[in-house]
Nanobody, 119 residues
Framework: QVQLVESGGGLVQAGGSLRLSCAASVSIFSLNVMGWYRQAPGAQRELVATETSRGDTNYADSVKGRFTIARDNARRTVYLQMNGLKPEDTAVYYC?????????????WGQGTQVTVSS
């Protein structure tokens, strides 16, 4: 089992910045992919950014150039630096970890942290 604990959400004005953190209960070397997803009220959960254990990153078009994902293996933590926040970034942000057993994938989720961007 992998436990993920997010922190860093809050209320910020448009144009501001926040940094989300996701601490894992295991070494993140063992986690093939770590990422952030978000879910706005009435909407489906969507991918924000992911980073593989090799350092390959992937971003949603809507956040490219504004958000940066980074893994800190020593701290077992993945971060999401969010700059230039917009009201449409308002959502609950979830940390995700994926681990391959070689046969199937295991998915783990954090409890979510609220990000609210005021106009």
């Amino acid at each position: 089992q992998v436990q993920l604990v997010e922190s860093g959400g809050g209320l910020v004005q448009a144009g501001g910045s926040l940094r989300l953190s996701c601490a894992a209960s295991v070494s993140i070397f063992s986690l093939n992919v770590m990422g952030w997803y978000r879910q706005a009220p009435g909407a489906q959960r969507e991918l924000v950014a992911t980073e593989t254990s090799r350092g390959d990153t992937n971003y949603a078009d809507s956040v490219k150039g504004r958000f940066t994902i980074a893994r800190d293996n020593a701290r077992r933590t993945v971060y999401l630096q969010m700059n230039g926040l917009k009201p449409e970034d308002t959502a609950v942000y979830y940390c995700n970890a994926r681990r391959s057993s070689g046969i199937f994938w295991e998915d783990y989720w954090g409890q979510g942290t609220q990000v609210t961007v005021s106009s």
